[in-house]
């Protein structure tokens, strides 16, 4: 029994030595990161937002609607803070714990998320200027008087710009999405888009054709009576 406790108590330096010491220094290490990733990563967006006047820009063309209420400031913040976040994870991990076991596996892990997150700003950034693009010319469509339907174009327009930014950021986004199946999806989403255009075109002249028919008889009997 004895020797059992002083086989423990040997052991207790090294515990301390190799696992406790590294773990408390990691978790401070990683509580600094934490502060330093939110805070630079406020700071870089806040700054890029202001010098280009992205707020002021969006609110001018009226484009917020364009990202479906979707405070895309926040988005970018929380992006760029786990970017920062990983990187900072995985010094701390080199200054602390890189000898422990499994500690090599993990910074893997973290290295082919870190090279991921590149993959998904650039594809949020993609999506982001297509949405916006979208929403800019279905309000500059509203606004020609003179266009038949022009409620149904631009509802149009904007949803196959929309969906051509999906498509073209998804392998950003998914980097492993199966892009055959993607490509069936979109052909059905456009032909319900084409279906729906076509219902609501019959509909609007089956309603109001008829008064534009009934009209032009109208006329094309006078003159051919005062003849």
Same mark, same amino acid.
């Given at each position: 029994?004895?020797?059992?406790?002083?086989?423990?108590? $040997? +052991?207790?330096?090294?515990?301390?030595?190799?696992?406790?010491?590294?773990?408390?220094? *990691? =978790?401070?290490? +990683?509580?600094?990161?934490?502060?330093?990733?939110?805070?630079?990563?406020?700071?870089?967006?806040?700054?890029?937002?202001?010098? *280009? /006047?992205?707020?002021?820009?969006?609110?001018?063309?009226?484009? /917020?609607?364009?990202?479906? !209420?979707?405070?895309?400031?926040?988005? %970018?913040?929380?992006?760029? *803070?786990?970017?920062?976040? =990983?990187? !900072?994870?995985? =010094?701390?991990?080199? +200054?602390? #714990?890189?000898?422990?076991?499994? &500690?090599?596996?993990?910074?893997?892990?973290?290295?082919?998320? $870190?090279?991921?997150?590149?993959?998904?700003?650039?594809?949020? #950034?993609?999506?982001?200027?297509? =949405?916006? #693009?979208?929403?800019?010319?279905?309000?500059? #469509?509203?606004?020609?008087?003179?266009?038949?339907?022009?409620?149904?174009?631009?509802?149009?327009?904007?949803? %196959?710009?929309?969906?051509? @930014? *999906?498509?073209? &950021?998804?392998?950003?986004?998914?980097?492993?999405?199966?892009?055959?199946?993607? !490509?069936?999806?979109?052909?059905?989403?456009? &032909?319900?888009?084409?279906? &729906?255009?076509?219902?609501?075109? @019959?509909?609007?002249? !089956?309603?109001?054709?008829?008064?534009?028919?009934?009209?032009? $008889?109208?006329?094309?009997?006078?003159?051919?009576?005062?003849?």
């Amino acid at each position: 029994m004895n020797s059992i406790i002083e086989q423990m108590l $040997l +052991l207790i330096p090294s515990v301390i030595n190799n696992i406790v010491i590294p773990f408390t220094l *990691f =978790l401070v290490l +990683l509580m600094l990161v934490w502060v330093l990733s939110n805070s630079i990563a406020n700071r870089i967006i806040s700054a890029i937002w202001k010098v *280009f /006047k992205i707020d002021e820009t969006l609110e001018k063309f009226k484009l /917020k609607d364009a990202l479906l !209420g979707i405070d895309i400031k926040s988005v %970018f913040s929380t992006l760029l *803070f786990v970017y920062l976040l =990983l990187i !900072g994870m995985i =010094l701390a991990m080199d +200054l602390s #714990i890189k000898r422990v076991a499994g &500690a090599l596996e993990m910074q893997q892990v973290l290295r082919s998320i $870190l090279t991921y997150m590149s993959s998904l700003f650039q594809g949020v #950034i993609i999506l982001v200027l297509f =949405l916006i #693009i979208a929403d800019l010319i279905s309000d500059r #469509i509203r606004e020609k008087d003179h266009l038949v339907m022009k409620d149904y174009l631009a509802m149009i327009t904007q949803v %196959f710009i929309a969906i051509l @930014g *999906f498509v073209i &950021a998804m392998p950003a986004i998914f980097p492993s999405s199966n892009m055959q199946l993607l !490509g069936q999806i979109v052909l059905v989403m456009f &032909a319900g888009i084409a279906l &729906a255009f076509a219902l609501a075109f @019959g509909l609007a002249f !089956g309603l109001g054709g008829q008064d534009v028919v009934a009209k032009r $008889l109208e006329k094309f009997v006078k003159e051919n009576i005062d003849k």
